[in-house]
């Protein structure tokens, strides 16, 4: 698959109107396995092998290389996994209960499972797991951040004690965090595989906990050693790895070719229209209702993003429990004649408005380009500003903007505070609305079964007030060689999960 390039995206925009949708630029669809070229697989020449950074930490909380990362399902596990429906199922975790204000929870371990160098897990090897990953150096501390403190109780062994200084309703949801034993480079974990001590192959354990009821469809995997980027590229296009996480439509997107399938899974990565609600027009509630119909978020997902992305009028994917139709069809829906009507009614024809966008993602600017035509179409005059991040984010910052395309990564509760909180960290439009933060505060205080409503509450508001306007959740990709597996369901940060329903040739 080849990225989309500027100028063909930029001819899209001109050629699409808006609620129509154009072939599939990709060959691929999300959820599904698809390939660029129809042709019959080759045989297999190499076994099944992934990739392997030797010179980076293997460390699943403390690494920051992605096919590291990408390995450590297969060595470590966690509490719980995070599903295709963003729901949590327990993996390490027997059982859990929660105090009634959902600020103390209490997590009870399986029995029976060690490490793979023999190490009982216990709830102070998992205390020190998690609170390593949300220490300063662990990946997880922005995730973690409302956790107060994580503690093993003496005379429970298998129990783990969190306590949040913030109520949450979901917190395992928070917890599909892979526990390792230590902080070495290449800790011992409880996963199904052992790292070999060249550090180059990966074996199936004799003992691991899930083995009687889960058979492993590759009993060693070799890793391939590689050292940049352009090495990961060489080593897939010509057949020597097997299997890839990418982000394709990431800024600088590594860009692969050859014959191979792809795997889709839903992620958290969401995309949004914002608004400058300090001041400027966009203050108005009507006002920015009446701009988000120039949002074709279908148009976007499919043909700017390839179809690497999902259309949702709301701030949570559409896969999520709490995701609703009925608010969703009280969403604004991309119109031109009415967008041109109603911005003659709120006499906006010719107001000047700017719109930011970093320009260092193509896909981002073409959305933001698509935006900006539409509006520019309907009467309005709309300078679309490309900035380079940190002029991006220093534009944000100061506000100097009416509105501007966002992107960031929820978390798997999809708490939207930081966002669109009075206070919240990434709330550039000014957005202060006390009902907003009483009904963001219920969602996440909200036990299990309550979440649907209240986030139906939430969203009435949000539809009514439109302070931003939700365009679509971005879909990560696995890459596999042309016929060489089967049965693949990958979720958002296990892309081998369920991997014992895999078939291998």
Not at 21 to 43: I, L, N, R, T
Not at 247 to 268: I, P, S, V
């Amino acid at each position: 698959m080849k990225r989309l390039s500027a100028l063909f995206l930029a001819l899209l925009l001109i050629l699409t109107a808006c609620g129509t949708q154009m072939p599939d630029a990709s060959g691929s669809s999300a959820g599904s396995a698809s390939g660029d070229v129809s042709q019959e697989p080759a045989p297999a020449a190499v076994p099944f092998t992934l990739a392997v950074y030797p010179e980076f930490s293997l460390h699943p909380t403390l690494a920051a290389n992605r096919a590291n990362l990408t390995l450590s399902p297969l060595l470590y596990e966690s509490l719980f996994t995070v599903d295709a429906a963003f729901q949590a199922q327990p993996v390490l975790c027997q059982n859990h209960t929660a105090s009634e204000d959902k600020l103390v929870w209490t997590f009870t371990l399986r029995s029976g499972i060690t490490f793979s160098d023999g190490t009982p897990l216990t709830g102070q090897t998992v205390a020190d797991a998690l609170n390593l990953a949300r220490s300063a150096q662990g990946r997880y501390a922005q995730r973690l951040a409302d956790i107060i403190s994580v503690t093993a109780p003496e005379d429970a062994p298998r129990q783990v004690v969190i306590t949040l200084r913030r109520p949450n309703g979901a917190l395992p949801l928070l917890l599909d965090i892979p526990i390792a034993l230590g902080v070495e480079e290449r800790p011992a974990g409880t996963g199904p595989y052992v790292l070999s001590e060249s550090g180059l192959s990966l074996t199936a354990r004799e003992r691991w906990w899930q083995s009687g009821e889960k058979a492993l469809p590759i009993q060693s995997i070799p890793l391939h050693a590689v050292n940049k980027s352009d090495e990961l590229i060489y080593a897939f296009d010509a057949g020597e790895v097997s299997l890839v996480d990418a982000d394709l439509m990431a800024t600088n997107a590594m860009g692969y070719g050859g014959n191979y399938q792809t795997w889709d899974y839903g992620t958290t990565d969401f995309l949004y229209l914002g608004f400058n609600i300090h001041q400027g027009p966009c203050r108005s509630p009507q006002v920015r209702q009446t701009l988000a119909m120039a949002v074709d978020r279908s148009a976007i997902a499919s043909v700017i993003y390839a179809n690497h992305a999902i259309a949702s009028p709301l701030p949570v994917h559409p896969a999520s429990p709490l995701y609703s139709s009925e608010a969703a069809s009280s969403a604004p829906v991309c119109d031109p004649e009415a967008l041109a009507t109603r911005l003659e009614d709120q006499r906006l024809q010719n107001q000047a408005f700017i719109l930011l966008v970093n320009s260092e993602n193509i896909a981002k600017a073409s959305a933001a380009q698509r935006v900006a035509y539409q509006l520019n179409a309907a009467g309005l005059t709309v300078e679309l500003r490309q900035l380079p991040y940190e002029d991006y984010a220093s534009a944000l910052a100061q506000g100097n903007f009416d509105l501007y395309l966002g992107e960031t990564v929820l978390t798997a509760d999809f708490d939207l505070s930081p966002l669109l909180g009075s206070a919240g960290a990434l709330n550039y439009g000014g957005w202060r609305d006390g009902e907003t933060d009483g009904l963001l505060y219920a969602l996440h205080a909200a036990a299990l079964e309550d979440r649907p409503a209240a986030a139906e509450n939430l969203f009435v508001r949000l539809n009514d007030q439109m302070p931003i306007v939700p365009i679509a959740f971005k879909s990560g990709s696995v890459l596999t060689q042309w016929g060489r597996l089967t049965g693949l369901s990958p979720v958002r940060g296990n892309v081998f999960y369920q991997i014992e329903k895999w078939s291998v040739r």
